[in-house]
């Protein structure tokens, strides 16, 4: 791929994440997304429909999930146009290590660049020993960064339980915020937060600038993942005040593991329960 290849989508990556990050910096209302997991049987059988879908239901924009990683660059360039023809954004993608490794990572980069996405999140270190193996996964994120810096694309993380259990006296996620660069996201999912009775406002407020967005994920003892966002035990309006006046949030992503409803149906009960707890 060429240099001038990748200037071209970075000057268009950075002008089209102006608007979020100039929305924030103006205390106006973040747009809302859809992790796309929360729908991947659908996703799995009619991609476009699914995302027309969710376009109705008022959402802003999406963030693709792993199996995006194989797709063409031309199958990347028809759901870049989708999104485009439904006023949507691709705000981020989760990733595999594959993505972040030397091989893996220049087709991650043209993938994010040809669908506008911002972030490269990695959705999972996989199996680590140790803090010493956390360190790696945070220099392992530090290069990445410095090869995407350059091109308007930014790296981040998506934590789950393990980095918030305590490991040789200091949890995980504690190694990874210090250990890589300010512009590396901490992207915070709130529901395996909780479950390991960690407090979701202490770590936004103790990370200022680094929680650009946030997997709106509720938990509760009874349902486990299965409560409906807004009705377990997270403290909805605390943390998203956090996350304005504090961590940075760009864009928030409703995520939703299952419920007792369809799944369509289901995060769309949690779209409007988003618009009812957001802070005015």
Known sequence: MSRDRFSRRALLAWAAAAPIASAAARGKRIPVGLELYSVRNELSKDLAGTVRAVAKMGYQGVEFYAPYYDWTADTAKENRKLLDDLGMRCFSTHNGPKSFSPEGLPQAIELNQILGSQFIVLAS??????????????????????????LGLRTGYHNHQAEFRMVEGKRPIEVLAANTEKDVMLQFDVGTCLEVGSDPVAWIHANPGRIRSLHCKDWSPEKGYKVLFGEGVAPWKK???????????EYYLIEQEGSDYPPLETVERCLASIRKLRPA
């Open 125 to 150: 270190a996989g199996r680590v020993n140790g803090l010493d193996g956390w360190k790696k996964v945070a220099e392992e994120l530090n290069q990445a960064a410095e090869k995407t810096r350059p």
């Open 239 to 249: 943390i998203f005040q956090a996350a304005e006046k504090t961590g940075g949030v």
